[in-house]
T-cell receptor, first 118, second 114 residues
Framework: AQTVTQSQPEMSVQEAETVTLSCTYD???????LFWYKQPPSRQMILVIR??????QNATENRFSVNFQKAAKSFSLKISDSQLGDAAMYFCAYRSARSGGSNYKLTFGKGTLLTVNP | EAQVTQNPRYLITVTGKKLTVTCSQN?????MSWYRQDPGLGLRQIYYSMNVEVTDKGDVPEGYKVSRKEKRNFPLILESPSPNQTSLYFC?????????????FGPGTRLTVL
């Protein structure tokens, strides 16, 4: 079974600075998807960024980028120019690229609570 | 607007009183799923459905039932709720043709069982 580990329960960053959230995962599969979700106080789950394992290039979405190290099974999220609105719980998630019912399940880490200080 | 809706958003109930949390999506998605979120545990899948009348257990199905009689709806049923089912519940849906794997989440339902 796949597992996702977020080793930092809480992180803090100064406004306008850069912060990196860590995520490691364990799988025996070679093709899969990785995601970072943001959960603000409203509790809505918001997809921040996705990475397909077969792509070597790291995904980027505006101020958010990932460092995907497939061999090390590591998937960190870098937030540049942090803003007050970035304060939230961040979840790393894994999904198999296989088709079929149980393979569509998202396996989540326990989350990292990010605080942004003004 | 493409969306997943859940009702109610908040619910306080007592042990043993049957309840249903509804989930509806307007994107014609085949796949729908329920997750529960607990502090320090992240989100865990309860049940999922591949299409109408096709449902299966996720990782934590005990104490829950689901049904999929219509493609757009996927209600979560707690026939005899217990305090350990106090949690934040999310419904999610996904089109099977969406190759990039994105799932759409509902806004969440905060359930408290006394």
């Amino acid at each position: 079974a796949q597992t996702v580990t977020q080793s930092q329960p809480e992180m803090s960053v100064q406004e306008a600075e850069t912060v990196t959230l860590s995520c490691t995962y364990d799988t025996s599969e070679s093709d899969y998807y990785l995601f970072w979700y943001k959960q603000p106080p409203s509790r809505q789950m918001i997809l921040v960024i996705r990475q397909e394992a077969y792509k070597q290039q790291n995904a980027t979405e505006n101020r958010f980028s990932v460092n995907f190290q497939k061999a090390a099974k590591s998937f960190s999220l870098k937030i540049s120019d942090s803003q007050l609105g970035d304060a939230a719980m961040y979840f790393c998630a894994y999904r198999s690229a296989r088709s079929g019912g149980s393979n569509y399940k998202l396996t989540f880490g326990k989350g990292t609570l990010l605080t942004v200080n003004p | 607007e493409a969306q997943v809706t859940q009702n109610p958003r908040y619910l306080i109930t007592v042990t043993g009183k049957k309840l249903t949390v509804t989930c509806s999506q307007n994107m014609n998605h085949e796949y729908m799923s329920w997750y529960r979120q607990d502090p320090g545990l992240g989100l865990r899948q309860i049940y999922y459905s591949m299409n109408v009348e096709v449902t299966d257990k996720g990782d934590v199905p005990e104490g829950y039932k689901v049904s999929r009689k219509e493609k757009r709806n996927f209600p979560l049923i707690l026939e005899s709720p217990s305090p350990n089912q106090t949690s934040l519940y999310f419904c999610a849906s996904k089109g099977l043709a969406a190759y990039r794997g994105e799932q759409f989440f509902g806004p969440g339902t905060r359930l408290t069982v006394l």
